[in-house]
């Protein structure tokens, strides 16, 4: 909950208090010139009259009286100018002390501009602190919403799997049937066997003419022997046959003044349109896969190229080639990656 600052306190006004010295300075000043001016005017007594010369005149008493009214009036004179003596020290002592005020004033305003840079600082803290407050907050709100949100998704979660296993409970118990198969001895296939080759990609089959293939390159390698000969490697491509192409590479190497060129390398390419068989067409009497078998020589060997995705067709595929008296090897693949061979590689192991 946030606080309001405190009230700053009441700035003095210094504008107003230098108004009231500057007019009552003014009005001294006025006063004093008012009274040097009177001052010059008055007539001046001296105390060592020399005295009167007695002139005849026929008004002796008119004189008499026109020389005490001067007097008089010289004596109103003093007497006003020494009031204005009077009032001209007294406005000066009014003066010095409300100098002297002023003087205080302006020490207690500069305290209170100081109390306030003080207290503006403090409140510019307390705004930056409360900011960081602030900031933290909303980052704790948002860290809490989304606990919240992940709350949420997991209760989803639970009841879902609560009414699945609900939902198994009602259902009758099932029995699964597990098959036992044993294990067969392997042989491995030698050259003079006849080996056909089938791809399991996709849960569905097709078959791979690799005997085909390698006889066209026979022949392309025999057409391009001279070619052969003269180059250290030598690159082709045969195909397609039944939707699949073979790429090889031959290099030759010299010994006693003799050139002998052997394929290190080939790979199975297959068509984009490439047709294969599902499980349930596959398994028909008339599917193609059955006819290849049927077209087989009897003892042949079936090897399975199988991807990841395909073993279980593979293991309805394995079962009808035992049951037509087939041995069965299987090839394993990692996904996305081709058929291939050298010379360097293994032969297929058949049970």
């Not at 005490?68 to 003596?85: F, I, N, P, V």
């Not at 009414?163 to 044993?182: D, F, S, T």
């Not at 190229?305 to 035992?322: E, G, I, M, N, T």
Request: hydrophobic share 40%.
């Amino acid at each position: 909950m946030s606080r309001r600052p405190p009230p700053a306190e009441q700035q003095f006004g210094s504008d107003s208090f230098l108004d009231v010295v500057a007019n009552v300075v003014g009005i001294l000043i006025i006063l004093m010139v008012l009274a040097g001016v009177r001052a010059g005017k008055a007539p001046v007594k001296l105390t060592n009259d020399p005295p009167p010369v007695a002139v005849a005149s026929p008004l002796p008493i008119v004189t008499a009286s026109a020389s005490a009214e001067d007097q008089e009036q010289a004596s109103a004179r003093r007497r006003e100018l020494a009031g204005l003596q009077l009032q001209s020290d007294e406005l000066q002592s009014e003066l010095d002390r409300l100098r002297s005020a002023a003087g205080e004033h302006e020490t207690k305003l500069s305290e209170l501009q100081s109390q306030d840079a003080v207290n503006r600082n403090r409140a510019a803290a307390l705004g930056s602190n409360l900011e960081g407050q602030l900031a933290e907050l909303r980052t704790n709100q948002q860290q809490t919403q989304e606990l919240l949100a992940a709350a949420q998704a997991v209760r989803i979660r639970l009841k879902k799997k609560a009414a699945e296993a609900a939902a198994a409970e009602k259902q009758p118990n099932r029995v699964e049937q597990l098959q036992h198969y044993i294990t067969p001895v392997s042989r491995v296939i030698t050259e003079n066997e006849t080996e056909l080759h089938f791809r399991c990609l996709g849960a569905a089959v097709t078959t791979v003419p690799i005997d085909q293939l390698v006889e066209r390159m026979k022949a392309q390698m025999e057409r391009q022997r001279e070619v052969i000969l003269r180059l250290k490697k030598y690159s082709g491509s045969v195909g397609p046959v039944r939707g699949w192409n073979l790429n090889y590479l031959i290099e030759t190497q010299q010994h006693l003044g003799l050139v002998r060129a052997s394929v290190s390398q080939f790979e199975l390419i297959p068509e984009s349109d490439l047709d294969a068989e599902r499980a349930e067409v596959a398994l028909r009497p008339d599917s193609v896969f059955r006819n290849e078998l049927r077209k087989a020589e009897p003892g042949s060997t079936i090897t399975f190229w199988v991807y990841p995705d395909s073993f279980v067709l593979f293991r309805k595929l394995q079962a009808l080639a035992h049951r037509e008296g087939f041995t069965v090897a299987a090839r394993p693949l990692p996904e996305g990656t081709p058929i291939m061979g050298s010379p360097h590689g293994s032969r297929s192991a058949a049970q």
